[in-house]
């Protein structure tokens, strides 16, 4: 199975290292040092004192010539649009798969005239080190759910998941992204604002009393999740990436645009049109926005 992967950050550089013990798999990046440097080392994942590496291929995104199986799209979510134009050229018939936080990008994937359409939840940490190197912080699992299409196009993937890097197929998709969100509402702009691991949120009780009040402003806005996700599922997630600093935090300490719009912001919009309050993630939106302009994260 040839797989290709779009971006060689945090997460793609993750899935590249898994999967490409398993198949053949290829990154597309933009950076022509980057090519270099996973051509010259391949990908090594550090993980609890060890570190593995997997040769894999790499090619500049205007250079991908290769027929694919799969593309997983592992860019973030605002750098999505810049790549209508590769994405319609490897065919429509090429099933895609989208890795990002949030819901922000639901809308714009569905535009896609791609016949396989596949939604995935990340639950691991993952952070990088440098172009060809990654730690992953806490096991955890991907979810996947299919937007539309079919199963069989992504069904390999899942059969040979082995337990230190495993997908598990979702029924609903809408269902499985609101999930997701729940987690990233009560932990990224926390982190990011705070500085502070995943871990440390449920350990300080000031921001452990924030987390739980956030998921009660998403539990106003979405009631319909209120037998699908628990507050300990965040608690869990938070203490299984321990060590990990969120990719929000990591983006704002290196002066990069965040995810807040896909996270928070389309929340607030939703929160005005439903006359709902939700005071918190107010406050924290105007923060992430306000530290975001100035550069203030590094
Ligand atoms: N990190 C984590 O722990 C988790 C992240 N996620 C989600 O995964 C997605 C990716 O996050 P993450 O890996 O952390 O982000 P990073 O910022 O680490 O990586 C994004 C990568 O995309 C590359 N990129 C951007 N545009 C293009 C393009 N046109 N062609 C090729 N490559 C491109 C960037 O290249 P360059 O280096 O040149 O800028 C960068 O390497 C996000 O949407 C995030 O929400 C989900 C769960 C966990
Ligand atoms: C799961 C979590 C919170 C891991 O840090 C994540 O999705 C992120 O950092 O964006």
Not at 219 to 236: C, Y
Request: charged content about 25%.
């Amino acid at each position: 199975m040839k797989i290709g992967i779009i971006g060689g950050g945090a997460v793609g550089l993750l899935f590249a290292g898994y999967l490409g013990r398993l198949f053949d798999v290829t990154l597309i990046v933009r950076r022509e040092s980057q090519v270099r440097s996973l051509s010259e080392n391949g990908v090594t994942i550090y993980k609890e004192g060890s570190a593995i590496t997997t040769r894999v291929g790499a090619v500049q995104e205007t250079e991908t010539q290769k027929e694919f199986d799969v593309v997983i799209v592992a860019v973030k979510e605002y750098d999505l649009p810049l790549l209508r134009q590769g994405l319609v050229e490897l065919g429509a018939h090429v099933p895609l798969l989208f890795v990002q936080n949030g819901i922000g990008h639901v809308d714009w994937v569905k535009s896609l005239p791609h016949r396989h359409l596949i939604a995935g939840s990340v639950d691991h940490g993952a952070m990088k080190e440098n172009d060809a190197a990654v730690h992953h912080l806490g096991e955890a699992e991907t979810n996947i759910a299919l937007i539309r299409g079919n199963w069989h196009v992504i069904e390999e993937i899942v059969l040979k998941s082995t337990d230190s890097f495993r997908f598990s197929i979702r029924k609903d998709f809408e269902k499985m992204l609101l999930t997701k969100l729940f987690v990233n509402v009560s932990i990224n702009p926390l982190t990011a604002l705070t500085g502070v691991t995943n871990g440390k949120l449920v350990e300080n009780p000031y921001f452990h009393k924030l987390q739980k009040d956030l998921f009660n402003e998403m539990l106003l806005l979405f009631p319909q999740m209120k037998g699908n996700i628990s507050f300990e599922k965040v608690v869990d997630i938070c203490r299984n990436t321990y060590q990990n600093r969120s990719s929000m935090l990591k983006d704002i300490e290196s002066q990069r645009r965040t995810e807040i719009e896909s996270i928070i912001g389309v929340l607030l919009d939703k929160a005005q049109k439903e006359h709902h309050f939700v005071p918190i993630m107010n406050l924290l939106y105007k923060l992430v926005k306000g530290i975001e302009r100035e550069g203030l994260g590094g």
